[in-house]
């Protein structure tokens, strides 16, 4: 089993930053990939950012490229989304997920266990 706690969200203008946090617990979180997905008011949950065991690979979806960037500390237990450059359409709540697995998934279905999630609120 793995505890997923999610930190960091708030209200933010456009064009800010902000930087999410997701602490881990209860197995090795060097044995998990790593994902950020979000959640809109009306929309279905989207994959957002991946990130490798070893943190050698990361994927993003197309529109968070150049602004945000996933990282992790494994050290810690805990993986991160920087972001940047916000827009009002990034306005979500945010779960971080882990998946026990190689390769890097964008698959929500793949990952096994979830945060409470944090909410991300970009006003214009």
């Known amino acids: 089993q793995v505890q997923l706690v999610e930190s960091g969200g708030g209200l933010v203008q456009a064009g800010g930053s902000l930087r999410l946090s997701c602490a881990a617990s209860?197995?090795?979180?060097?044995?998990?990939?790593m994902g950020w997905f979000r959640q809109a008011p009306g929309k279905e949950r989207e994959f957002v950012a991946a990130i490798s065991r070893g943190a050698s690979v990361t994927k993003y979806t197309d529109s968070v490229k150049g602004r945000f960037t996933i990282s992790r500390d494994n050290a810690k237990n805990t993986v991160y989304l920087q972001m940047n450059s916000l827009k009002t359409e990034d306005t979500a709540v945010y779960y971080c997920?882990?998946?026990?697995?190689?390769?890097?998934?964008?698959?929500?279905?793949?990952?096994?266990?979830w945060g409470q999630g944090t909410q991300v609120t970009v006003s214009s």
């Open positions: 209860g197995r090795t979180f060097s044995d998990y990939v």
């Open positions: 997920a882990a998946d026990r697995a190689v390769v890097v998934t964008t698959r929500s279905d793949d990952y096994v266990y």
